[in-house]
């Protein structure tokens, strides 16, 4: 008789009382070197959960890779790429899970170098505690204040100050307390509400599971014991309902269900919920889940809601309940860490992305830069890498959401460059702007198709872009006449023209610029709304700013004129005197010198200018414009392209 493979009641017992268990999330962050690999190899090591072959292997990679001579180098555990080992530091967040008989455990182990800043807060963006580890030999550094600055931002409120290697400094107990003090006057204003301060040597084990005995002035707890009995448990269910719908499921006529993982609160069958941006009213049908339908489900469920009603419901939407609605607003303050190379620039276009919500999104105003040593508000036009800021945000649909302070999941987003799709920026939102729930849309009577029919023409924005002494404006300004003489209706916004008056208050640096760019294709919108043909003759160096223009216009409305003429003949034509300064560094960010220009990739007319005229250019410009209205003539008469 074969052997059956069901569990035994003595494993079933043991699965159930670790159901039971409490769960922490926690990390470790700090300054480089500071030992936050080795605490979390020992802790792993000490409460048993290394088996003997992960012993054996660990004691040749020590041998091999290990900064720690004959003893076991438990770094290693978890510095687990090999440039991690080979440069003795961590790059990438790594996660463990382990257990003790009172409580479970899964913690981070976050990198201390500056440049991996982005990784620290993306294993802050989860944790319910932090251990910020110090170097006793070091003191408070930078990096921990800018580790203890985001866990703050990110919502974390019990904070472990592990002041490590407490052993090199001979157990000194002034070290400790001046360190404790030195911490405790930076963090004051950081809305912690435990800091527990333990001395510890991560590499010995001193106060990591087990009371040192060289330390008979500490009578504060270890740092298991702390973990074990910590609270930190925070009343997600109690919150207000929140449900991120991520998937419309509709597999037949007969089902259309809400797909998502409840982000707080609970839903039981019969109850009321609303959905947060068009405000429509509905009841929970069904509850659907992997094991058949549910009688209630809380957070962190993953579920699928049947409504009684056909309400239109999309993702990126949120049902929630109708006692406590979230905010819905396209602007909003929000605190902002800065993962990119590139700075933060006011005025730049990004893709903002909720828990499932995406939209375009600009930063109007960097209200201040957040100074990572004393917690100073300092005035701030861009944000560097690794730099927090508080900053307005308006986006180009509303969003909903709650504050960061109200619920961490609901409030958070994300910053993703619109060229590269790297995630540049990680946001808390603080609140609406009051004026966004002011100002709506005007609905109009005379719109943009009855104005330009009136001009017997189809609106456009033909953008010139080139370097300083392309000639745009050459070209440009004989395109107009050549238009304005076959009887439309034209306007040009020049670069230098647009600065005595509307941009007279920018400067040329990259912030500048783009601020610049911002407004002129506002502007240059207006007017194609107002049927007008439209030429914008500006260098408008940065892609991400020709793109964002782009999508301000309506579709086929945009015609980017790439004016390629090298830099060395704009630098030999120098009409103006700029570049013979620019390369002798008496005019400084210009264009092509030490600004740089991002050539488009895929203009719709590349405009090639050595060995031609700029009456060949103007000839070239509108042959394509008239092309292009004889094929939409055809698609509007029902004749296809």
């Known amino acids: 008789m074969a052997k059956s493979l069901a569990p035994t009641d003595g494993v079933r017992d043991y699965l159930a009382a670790q159901e039971k268990k409490s769960l922490l999330r926690f990390l470790t962050c700090g300054s480089v070197d500071d030992g936050k690999s080795t605490l979390i190899g020992r802790l792993l090591s000490d409460t048993k959960q290394i088996f003997e072959d992960q012993?054996?292997?660990?004691?040749?990679?020590?041998?091999?890779?290990?900064?720690?001579?004959?003893?076991?180098?438990?770094?290693?555990?978890?510095?687990?790429?090999?440039?991690?080992?080979?440069?003795?530091?961590?790059?990438?967040?790594?996660?463990?899970?382990?257990?003790?008989?009172?409580?479970?455990?899964?913690?981070?182990?976050?990198?201390?170098?500056?440049?991996?800043?982005?990784?620290?807060?993306?294993?802050?963006s989860t944790a319910d505690l932090a251990i910020v580890l110090i170097d006793a030999r070091q003191g408070v550094l930078p990096q921990t204040r800018r580790h203890s600055i985001i866990a703050s931002l990110l919502g974390i409120r019990h904070i472990v100050l592990a002041v490590n290697k407490i052993d090199l400094v001979g157990f000194d107990q002034a070290v400790f307390e001046r360190i404790t003090e030195a911490y405790g006057q930076f963090s004051r204003d950081l809305g912690f509400q435990t800091i527990v301060p333990i001395p510890m040597s991560a590499r010995y084990g001193d106060n990591v599971t087990s009371r040192s005995d060289s330390m008979a002035w500490y009578s504060g707890p270890t740092l298991i014991e702390h973990l074990e009995t910590v609270s930190v448990e925070e009343a997600v269910v109690e919150l207000p309902f929140r449900f991120p719908v991520q998937y419309v499921n509709r597999p037949n006529l007969d089902f259309r269900g809400f797909a998502g993982t409840i982000a707080s609160g609970s839903v039981a069958q019969g109850d009321e919920v609303v959905v947060a941006k068009s405000g429509k009213s509905s009841r929970v049908k069904r509850i659907v889940s992997y094991g058949g339908d549910l009688a209630r489900a809380a957070a962190g469920q993953a579920i699928t809601l049947v409504l009684d009603d056909e309400v239109e419901i999309s993702r990126g939407n949120m049902l929630v309940s109708p006692a406590a609605r979230p905010q819905v607003a396209d602007q909003f303050a929000a605190n902002i860490v800065w993962f990119d190379e590139h700075a933060l620039l006011p005025g730049r276009s990004y893709i903002l992305r909720t828990e499932?919500?995406?939209?375009?999104?600009?930063?109007?105003?960097?209200?201040?830069?957040?100074?990572?040593?004393?917690?100073?508000?300092?005035?701030?036009?861009?944000?560097?890498?690794?730099?927090?800021?508080?900053?307005?945000?308006?986006?180009?649909?509303?969003?909903?959401?709650?504050?960061?302070?109200?619920?961490?999941?609901?409030?958070?987003?994300?910053?993703?460059?619109?060229?590269?799709?790297?995630?540049?920026?990680?946001?808390?939102?603080?609140?609406?702007?009051?004026?966004?729930?002011?100002?709506?849309?005007?609905?109009?009577?005379?719109?943009?198709?009855?104005?330009?029919?009136?001009?017997?023409?189809?609106?456009?924005?033909?953008?010139?872009?080139?370097?300083?002494?392309?000639?745009?404006?050459?070209?440009?300004?004989?395109?107009?006449?050549?238009?304005?003489?076959?009887?439309?209706?034209?306007?040009?916004?020049?670069?230098?023209?647009?600065?005595?008056?509307?941009?007279?208050?920018?400067?040329?640096?990259?912030?500048?610029?783009?601020?610049?760019?911002?407004?002129?294709?506002?502007?240059?919108?207006?007017?194609?709304?107002?049927?007008?043909?439209?030429?914008?003759?500006?260098?408008?160096?940065?892609?991400?700013?020709?793109?964002?223009?782009?999508?301000?216009?309506?579709?086929?409305?945009?015609?980017?004129?790439?004016?390629?003429?090298?830099?060395?003949?704009?630098?030999?034509?120098?009409?103006?005197?700029?570049?013979?300064?620019?390369?002798?560094?008496?005019?400084?960010?210009?264009?092509?010198?030490?600004?740089?220009?991002?050539?488009?990739?895929?203009?719709?007319?590349?405009?090639?200018?050595?060995?031609?005229?700029?009456?060949?250019?103007?000839?070239?410009l509108e042959h394509w414009l008239n092309e292009r209205d004889i094929a939409e003539d055809q698609y509007d008469n029902g004749g296809g392209i």
């Open 356 to 620: 499932t919500d995406q939209t375009s999104a600009t930063v109007t105003d960097l209200k201040y830069r957040i100074n990572v040593n004393d917690f100073a508000h300092e005035a701030a036009k861009s944000l560097d890498m690794n730099e927090v800021g508080i900053c307005n945000i308006s986006t180009r649909t509303p969003i909903a959401f709650d504050t960061f302070a109200e619920n961490r999941t609901t409030g958070a987003f994300i910053l993703i460059d619109r060229i590269s799709n790297a995630t540049v920026g990680a946001g808390m939102i603080l609140h609406s702007l009051r004026r966004a729930e002011n100002i709506h849309w005007q609905s109009l009577d005379v719109g943009k198709r009855v104005r330009a029919d009136m001009k017997n023409q189809r609106p456009a924005v033909f953008w010139f872009t080139g370097l300083s002494g392309s000639g745009k404006s050459t070209i440009a300004n004989l395109f107009e006449k050549k238009l304005f003489a076959t009887g439309r209706h034209t306007y040009i916004l020049d670069g230098d023209n647009v600065r005595h008056g509307l941009n007279r208050d920018l400067g040329f640096t990259d912030a500048d610029r783009v601020e610049n760019i911002r407004r002129v294709a506002e502007v240059a919108r207006l007017m194609a709304d107002a049927g007008l043909i439209v030429i914008v003759s500006f260098i408008s160096p940065f892609s991400a700013e020709r793109r964002m223009a782009r999508e301000l216009m309506a579709d086929g409305e945009f015609i980017e004129v790439f004016v390629d003429t090298p830099f060395e003949e704009c630098a030999r034509r120098d009409p103006k005197g700029l570049y013979a300064r620019a390369l002798n560094g008496e005019i400084k960010n210009f264009t092509g010198v030490d600004s740089p220009y991002e050539a488009p990739e895929k203009p719709e007319i590349h405009l090639k200018t050595l060995g031609k005229s700029a009456e060949q250019m103007v000839d070239a």
């Open 55 to 124: 012993l054996a292997a660990l004691e040749r990679d020590s041998r091999k890779h290990g900064t720690t001579g004959d003893d076991i180098d438990f770094a290693l555990l978890v510095d687990g790429l090999e440039a991690e080992r080979e440069q003795g530091i961590t790059i990438d967040v790594a996660y463990r899970f382990f257990a003790t008989p009172k409580r479970k455990f899964i913690v981070a182990d976050t990198p201390g170098h500056e440049q991996y800043t982005r990784n620290m807060a993306t294993g802050a």
